[in-house]
């Protein structure tokens, strides 16, 4: 993938490796603790190979089509839709990746969730990564993904903690409190109504699964994310990861209000 960048410079500025080598590692870990998540709930999985085989899967507000991608290397078909600007790159990734596998597995469209929604029963596993936040309204998504799941179906979220203290203050100083908003669509002609950066906390992403009929898995929780860059410069990043895992294995203020990322899954009820 950074040879990639060299190639589309054009996700410099979104990836950000190819910046301050200072922030690399700090970076580079973050990076990989979501894909192995991701690895973890739909590569690993018992009767891998069947499984995979069989499964259906959406990615909503696929944005580049990293995971796609990452899962059509592990020969898993998956379905990717994005309202993001640089939805034309997706097809250039396309090409760059298919000398390593078949990324003809990964499909994509630019569509509005609320415009085209699924066929029921449609879909075992939703992947919203950076997106919850920004699905507005919240509860006619989920809704949405609801229906879209068969019996049993998953959601995987990996989202910004809500609770993380810094953040809270970054994004305050970025948004106020105007957590919802509308913005023009040039491809789509349309107005559309989008989370600001309207970021939760565990317990209230709770509350809205729960009101939606779904139930959060307990022991999908992780929470990822917690030293900061200046850190890395006097510990090695594998130290300081297993350090973070152990932090985030138990319940505190450490882990509900100093950690960046968070990841859960979701099981249709």
Request: proline residues 3%; charged residues 25%.
């Amino acid at each position: 993938m950074l040879k990639e960048l060299e190639v589309h410079t054009e996700m410099q500025p979104y990836y950000k490796f190819l910046g301050k080598r200072s922030s690399w590692h700090f970076r580079r870990n973050y990076f990989l603790q979501r894909l192995r998540y991701i690895k973890k709930c739909l590569v690993d999985a018992p009767d891998a190979d069947q499984y995979r085989k069989d499964l259906s899967i959406w990615d909503c507000g696929c944005g580049y089509g990293t995971t796609c991608i990452f899962l059509a290397l592990n020969s898993i078909k998956t379905y990717g839709t994005t309202l993001e600007f640089y939805f034309e790159t997706v097809q250039k990734r396309k090409e760059y990746w298919s000398k390593y596998g078949d990324t003809s597995l990964f499909t994509c469209t630019y569509e509005n969730l609320f415009d085209n929604r699924p066929a029921p029963a449609s879909y075992d596993w939703i992947i919203v990564q950076d997106t919850l936040h920004h699905l507005e309204p919240i509860d006619e998504a989920l809704q949405i993904f609801h229906e879209s799941l068969k019996k049993g179906g998953k959601i995987l979220s990996i989202e910004e903690n809500g609770n993380n203290i810094i953040q809270c203050i970054k994004l305050y100083k970025y948004r106020g409190n105007k957590r919802i908003i509308t913005f023009w669509d040039e491809k789509l002609q349309k107005d559309i109504l989008i989370g600001n950066e309207n970021i939760r906390s565990l317990s209230t992403w709770q509350r809205l699964f729960e009101k939606n009929k779904f139930h959060l898995l307990s022991d999908s929780v992780q929470y990822v994310r917690y030293f900061l860059p200046f850190q890395y410069r006097y510990a090695s990043p594998e130290h300081l990861l297993q350090k973070e895992e152990l932090i985030q294995s138990k319940p505190g203020l450490r882990r509900e209000y100093f950690f960046f990322g968070l990841n859960f899954v979701a099981e249709k009820r």
